[in-house]
């Protein structure tokens, strides 16, 4: 056996471990939803009745039943509402404490501490902020004079407000995740560039606007991913508020996954699990093709190292 030989074997022997981990917890999962999406059957197991595509017409044709239009609909809200309004908020910060301002690290803390708390303590706390009766937000409302516009039900409870108060918390909780990506991004960012357009007389949003956000490109695509497919999976927070159940105005692809599992549509829920997984691939290609670096004539820009 040639040296060469040997050392395709050993690259091939140390990455073998990573490769079996790879195929058994992404693409196992992702072949066995695509069959079974192709069956109808009740639960874990029992017997399967092939039914091709028929659970895929089902999911968008019997509204009745499935809605999933619906979900996915909110699901782009949301997804909508991470990139325009989260991420936006999260640049900022970004922007602010790259600066280096007094008590940086003290900030960066306080923004990012929501992120390690979990989805299902923040959801049990934003359900007592929202609670129409006794949450402090109806108490400030009383306190302004405005209570008589807290909808009955709540904001959570109400068809027309719902889809936003859930997604409040979500902000709460990732902005600082964002925020601390964007932020090891600016912090990268040569000074010499910023000290030579401020020498040029460049003001503090132009620096940030021609020199930083262009020099971490890169690191807001991948946050918009994120953002993304993240709203696209949305699960556990929205459960919290759900409760046991599943019929609500903020119902999400995710939610609907869970009820026809656990309610004997397999063949159902493995198609939702096919389709959040083309749209999160779809969505990760069409961003990529976003923000791909080009030329001034369109092509595709080389960079060299």
């Known amino acids: 056996?040639?040296?060469?030989?040997?050392?395709?074997?050993?690259?091939?022997?140390?990455?073998?471990?990573a490769l079996l981990l790879f195929f058994g917890i992404l693409v196992a999962p992702i072949i066995s939803s695509v069959y079974n999406s192709l069956y109808q059957y009740?639960?874990?197991?029992g017997d399967k009745t092939f039914v091709g595509i028929q659970n895929y017409v089902d999911l968008f044709e019997n509204k009745a039943v499935y809605d999933f239009g619906t979900a996915l609909k909110n699901?782009?809200?949301l997804a909508a509402l991470s990139v325009f309004i989260q991420l936006p908020l999260s640049l900022g910060l970004a922007l602010m404490l790259g600066k280096g301002i007094k008590g940086e690290r003290f900030y960066l803390s306080v923004y990012f501490m929501p992120v390690l708390i979990s989805a299902v303590v923040i959801g049990a706390l934003w359900s007592k902020i929202y609670n129409p009766t006794?949450?402090?937000?109806?108490?400030?409302?009383?306190?302004?004079?405005?209570?008589?516009?807290?909808?009955?039900?709540?904001?959570?409870?109400d068809p027309d407000t719902a889809l936003i108060a859930v997604f409040i918390p979500t902000i709460w909780q990732y902005v600082g995740y964002h925020m601390l990506l964007m932020y090891a991004g600016v912090k990268s960012v040569s000074?010499?560039?910023?000290?030579?357009?401020?020498?040029?007389?460049?003001?503090?949003?132009?620096v940030d606007r021609y020199i930083v956000i262009p020099s971490i490109k890169q690191i807001i695509k991948v946050s918009v991913i994120f953002a993304i497919?993240?709203?696209?999976?949305?699960?556990?927070?929205i459960k919290v508020f759900a409760g046991s159940n599943y019929n609500v105005p903020y119902n999400v692809p995710s939610l609907m996954l869970v009820r026809n599992v656990l309610g004997g549509h397999g063949g159902i829920g493995s198609a939702?699990?096919?389709?959040?997984?083309?749209?999160?691939?779809?969505f990760a290609i069409i961003i990529?093709?976003?923000?791909?670096?080009?030329?001034?004539?369109?092509?595709k820009k080389h960079i060299k190292e």
């Open 1 to 17: 056996m040639t040296k060469k030989k040997r050392k395709g074997i050993t690259i091939f022997l140390f990455l073998l471990p």
């Open 75 to 77: 699901a782009f809200i």
């Open 272 to 282: 939702i699990a096919v389709m959040m997984i083309i749209l999160c691939f779809a």
């Open 229 to 237: 497919t993240g709203s696209l999976k949305s699960y556990d927070l």
């Open 288 to 299: 990529n093709q976003i923000f791909k670096e080009r030329d001034p004539y369109g092509g």
């Open 191 to 206: 000074p010499e560039l910023r000290e030579a357009a401020m020498l040029d007389g460049a003001t503090d949003g132009q």
């Open 42 to 45: 009740e639960g874990f197991s």
């Open 134 to 157: 006794y949450g402090i937000l109806h108490y400030f409302m009383e306190k302004l004079g405005i209570a008589n516009l807290m909808p009955a039900t709540g904001f959570v409870g």
